[in-house]
């Protein structure tokens, strides 16, 4: 029992920068990591990035170098800075809490970039 609660998702121009947030509540010991997952119209779910309550993390390989996933461990909030936009990024990104026996998602947040 995990809730997500995501915000910072808006229209941007490309290049620009947006930083969404993700605010979890609940079982927060049972989570093994938090996570950044994005839907594009057309496409799959694909990983963005995650990251472990030690600080290590992991990333998508659209997005390395770009993307920065970080935490904070007493809000209990995770955040990806999203820099360096491009159309490509548009999408429904989705926070996640990871666990050994499945995933809760949050409602999602609407990244739209514009050329």
């Known amino acids: 029992q995990v809730q997500l609660v995501e915000s910072g998702g808006g229209l941007v121009q490309a290049g620009g920068s947006l930083r969404l947030s993700c605010a979890a509540s609940?079982?927060?010991?049972?989570?093994?990591?938090m996570g950044w997952y994005r839907q594009a119209p057309g496409k799959q779910r694909e990983l963005v990035a995650t990251?472990?309550?030690?600080?290590?993390?992991n990333y998508g390989n659209s997005v390395k170098c770009r993307f920065t996933i970080s935490r904070d461990n007493v809000k209990n909030t995770v955040y990806l800075q999203m820099n360096s936009l491009k159309p490509e990024d548009t999408a429904i990104y989705y926070c996640?809490?990871?666990?050994?026996?499945?995933?809760?998602w949050g409602q999602g947040t609407q990244v739209t970039v514009s050329s």
């Open positions: 609940g079982s927060i010991a049972s989570i093994t990591l």
């Open positions: 990251i472990f309550s030690d600080g290590r993390t």
């Open positions: 996640a809490a990871i666990r050994s026996w499945g995933t809760d």
